[in-house]
Nanobody
Framework: QVQLLESGGGLVQPGGSLTLSCAVS????????VGWYRQAPGRQRELVAT???????DYADSAKGRFTISRENAKNTVYLQMNSLKPEDTAVYYC?????????WGQGSQVTVSS
């Protein structure tokens, strides 16, 4: 059973930074891609950023220039560095790994941006 464990969420002031971590229980190269998604109250879950097996990074428009996805292969961990955070970034952030049609999700990590 594949497990993903997010960590690093919390409360941060507008303009601040946070780094989320997603530890995957298997070799991350077993998956087509690993990514970060978020869901704010009353809204649908949306893509934030993904990194595929070849290292290609893709970002939602809202994340471009502020967020960076990266991975540490030896630790099977994917990170999301978030800078210049805004109140509208407040959401539960989820990590997802997928291989073909199979998806595996973490339990989520709350990020709250507020003064």
């Amino acid at each position: 059973q594949v497990q993903l464990l997010e960590s690093g969420g919390g409360l941060v002031q507008p303009g601040g930074s946070l780094t989320l971590s997603c530890a995957v229980s298997e070799n991350i190269f077993n998956f087509n891609a690993v990514g970060w998604y978020r869901q704010a109250p009353g809204r649908q879950r949306e893509l934030v950023a993904t990194i595929n097996v070849g290292g290609r990074e893709d970002y939602a428009d809202s994340a471009k220039g502020r967020f960076t996805i990266s991975r540490e292969n030896a630790k099977n961990t994917v990170y999301l560095q978030m800078n210049s955070l805004k109140p509208e970034d407040t959401a539960v952030y989820y990590c997802k790994a997928h291989i073909l049609s199979r998806e595996y999700w973490g339990q989520g990590s709350q990020v709250t941006v507020s003064s």
